[in-house]
């Protein structure tokens, strides 16, 4: 993001499961305690089919914990089995700041879930850019961002092969 320290972290995964698949583990945000790493708290504040807001706080290794609101929208593409979630800050639809947590000034990104190469299994993309906020040094929170990402992109497959009778 230009003018930011905090750079978009991208990845990118394959999945022997079809594109639904891996987005019904996306979006069951009730389900999210049993497998994203870091988790402390989601409560759903609103769901209109197509967009739900919800707020979280996360456990930040060797630093205070965050929270913050955010707005999820889904694009189903049925016909090309491509499937899209986008996210982005709500924090003024949520509860305001208590001083337990540092709000996290500005998190965005998204998931992709397609049709793999030759229409088998599936391409997973994940990117997200965050402003953590607080006074945690840029090339600290970009080394933990790094494997963050790592780690939540494994944590969805594997849970989606879990809950599809893979071990």
């Not at 999945?15 to 999210?32: G, N, V």
């Not at 494997?147 to 944590?155: E, K």
Request: aromatic share 8%; net charge positive; hydrophobic share 40%.
């Amino acid at each position: 993001m230009a003018g930011s320290p905090f750079p978009e972290f991208r990845a990118t995964a394959r999945s022997p499961l079809p594109p639904a698949a891996i987005f019904d583990t996306l979006w069951k945000h009730e389900e999210y305690f049993a497998f994203i790493p870091h988790l402390k708290r989601l409560e759903l504040l609103s769901d209109t089919g197509d967009e739900r807001v919800t707020y979280e706080q996360v456990a930040v290794p060797l630093a205070r914990d965050r929270d913050y609101t955010a707005r999820a929208r889904k694009r189903v593409d049925q016909a090309a089995q491509r499937y899209e979630i986008t996210f982005t800050s709500a924090n003024e639809a949520g509860p305001p700041p208590d001083g337990r947590y540092v709000r996290v000034s500005s998190i965005r990104g998204g998931w992709i879930v397609e049709p793999g190469i030759d229409g088998q299994g599936s391409i997973l993309r994940y990117d997200v850019q965050t402003e953590p906020g607080g006074a945690i040094p840029a090339w600290i929170a970009n080394r933990a961002q790094r494997g963050a990402v790592a780690d939540l992109v494994r944590a969805v497959l594997a849970r989606a092969l879990q809950t599809n009778g893979h071990k």
